[in-house]
């Protein structure tokens, strides 16, 4: 370390460059780079950083991190009065924040900008949902009206999909607002209940796909029509000279991970998938204890043709469709195998809108959940499966660490490197990344989309065996048409995958990936089956820990 120079270096003097560092001594983590600040906990001997970038502050250098909600950290690594590092760099250049030095460095200077936005709440539709993306989440909109929902929503005690439900809206229901939120893919209304005086959030459109849930007397949502960030800055650079061997690649083995281990449900047969509608008897129907043709199970009461009734779930059983109903009890509404002759032509009676004809009734959702599972999705007209894979069944794969491709697998894999390597014009300095995507990973809706998890361990496993620098899936990871509980245990499982390269990963986000098929088209909008931002760091990221 060039001490002189680093004293030298004003305050506040950063590299914005990350790395990991292996502490050799114990060093207290702090909210502010000032060694009189209380230490928050401490880095202990031996343990690692992943940090963000380099500060010079006082009498030390510090390295920066933010943590998963958003909180920025500051550890000390070295003194600059004595040239003592607290340990060595482990990856990433081992430069410090010095302005100016023998051995060469960087200077600059420039002022950020500041984000802005014009327009606030001046567009409706999908004119504003296609520009959603450049408004932050949880920005309000101070706007009175009131909103008549078409379809059955729930209150929440914030603007999230994952927060706790307070209880339902049902259509029909007007609610007199005082602001909107964007927030978590959704636009929702904020008002007091007038019971409680607590301040309540429901959703009243959905942003992608763009969805109102019903009619606005004051049109205009909370995204900015216009504003991407406006600021200026410059800034001039002057290299310095290095000496060393050039970086190795390969990649940074992050170590054996801890798989979460979870397997898919056995068997759907009987299996209740939630749901939220009304059916409307085309044809009268007795209702039972149990989804079974049992005189046993009878109970007395026939819905009769023309009625509407409502139904919070859906089961099979006796090679029927049934629907359970709130007060426990069952109805069947038609014959698995006239999946087939569904009519998709929406019709609307006693006036509730329909927009599906299976079996014997009108459903007002869109879907059946057997139209997405095998064998059944056979008897549909989905196109999601090919008749090559008739004689197949569904073969459920254990992630395990030790997974070892087949001899055939293996060769192929070679292969493929050689060519990686023989058509690549690489450098010492090259980024080698492992990119999957749109996996659509589902454990029961055919055998190739259940097939997908062993195609996601043959890339890990090239990516450990051959060396990346990186692992990216840009997103759908599943394909987000189960009920939330089936779908958390297949990203889990994928996220397993991923794991067995022992790599770095990314995981975007894809449309598929909230889950948001199975709440949009089997429970008609049913935010509790969705999966939030919560869910997704919780399965995704939470293991990614910046100290370990």
């Not at 409706?124 to 929503?153: K, R």
């Not at 999966?531 to 760091?537: E, H, I, K, R």
Request: net charge negative; with cysteine.
């Amino acid at each position: 370390m060039d001490t002189t120079a680093a004293q030298n270096t004003p305050d506040g003097y950063t590299l914005s460059e990350s790395g990991q560092f292996q502490f050799n001594t114990n060093c207290k983590v702090r909210s502010t780079p000032d060694m009189s600040a209380t230490g928050e906990s401490t880095v202990k001997a031996g343990s690692y950083l992943n940090f963000d970038g380099r500060e010079k502050n006082g009498n030390h250098f510090w390295f920066y991190y933010t943590d998963a909600t958003g909180v920025t950290h500051y550890v000390p690594y070295a003194n600059i009065d004595d040239g003592q590092y607290f340990g060595s760099f482990t990856n990433g250049s081992s430069d410090d924040p010095i302005q100016s030095s023998s051995t060469g460095g960087n200077t600059g200077s420039g002022d950020g900008g500041s984000v802005t936005g014009t327009g606030l709440g001046t567009l409706t539709g999908q004119d504003g949902a296609n520009v959603a993306n450049q408004t932050p989440d949880g920005t309000s909109l101070a706007i009175d009206g009131s909103f008549t929902f078409d379809i059955p929503m729930a209150a929440h005690t914030d603007s999230t999909a994952e927060s706790s439900v307070v209880g339902p809206i049902d259509a029909g229901t007007t609610l007199n607002y005082n602001g909107k939120v964007k927030d978590d893919n959704y636009y929702w209304l904020r008002y007091e209940d007038v019971s409680t005086g607590n301040t309540l959030y429901a959703p009243y459109a959905s942003i992608d796909p763009f969805q109102y849930y019903g009619t606005d007397s004051n049109p205009g949502d909370p995204v900015y029509a216009s504003g991407t960030g406006t600021g200026s800055g410059s800034g001039t650079g002057t290299g310095g000279s290095s000496t060393g061997s050039s970086r190795t690649q390969g990649g940074t083995d992050t170590g054996t991970p801890t798989l979460s281990g979870q397997t898919p449900v056995s068997s759907l047969e009987g299996y209740e998938f939630p749901s939220n509608g009304i059916v409307h008897m085309d044809s009268g129907a007795a209702t039972r204890t149990a989804p079974v043709f049992d005189d046993s199970h009878e109970t007395g009461t026939t819905h009769k043709a023309g009625d509407n009734v409502h139904y919070v779930a859906k089961t099979n059983g006796n090679d029927r469709m049934w629907v359970k109903f709130t007060d426990g009890n069952y109805m069947p509404i038609g014959k698995l195998d006239t999946l087939s002759g569904h009519d998709k032509s929406s019709g609307t009676f006693n006036g509730t809108k329909f927009h599906e004809q299976v079996g014997y009734v009108h459903d007002q959702n869109y879907e059946q959940p057997w139209q997405d599972i095998w064998p059944y999705i056979q008897n549909t007209t989905n196109t999601d499966w090919d008749s090559l894979e008739d004689s197949n069944s569904i073969e459920t794969e254990t992630v395990d660490t030790n997974f070892t491709p087949s001899s055939d697998e293996q060769t192929q894999l070679e292969q493929f490197n050689e060519q990686v390597n023989n058509s690549a014009d690489q450098h010492d300095d090259d980024v080698l990344i492992a990119y999957i995507t749109d996996t659509h990973y589902d454990s029961y809706k055919t055998p190739a989309t259940a097939r997908v998890l062993h195609s996601m361990m043959l890339m890990s496993w090239y990516a450990k065996t051959y060396g990346v620098d990186l692992v990216v899936h840009g997103g759908d990871v599943n394909d987000g048409v189960k009920p939330k509980d089936l779908s958390k245990i297949d990203v889990n499982r994928a996220v397993d995958a991923i794991k067995l390269s022992q790599r770095p990963y990314i995981i975007l986000q894809g449309n598929h990936d909230d889950n948001s098929g199975y709440a949009r088209n089997i429970t008609r909008n049913d935010t509790t089956q969705v999966l939030g931002n919560d869910d997704a760091w919780n399965i995704r990221g939470s293991q990614l820990s910046r100290a370990v």
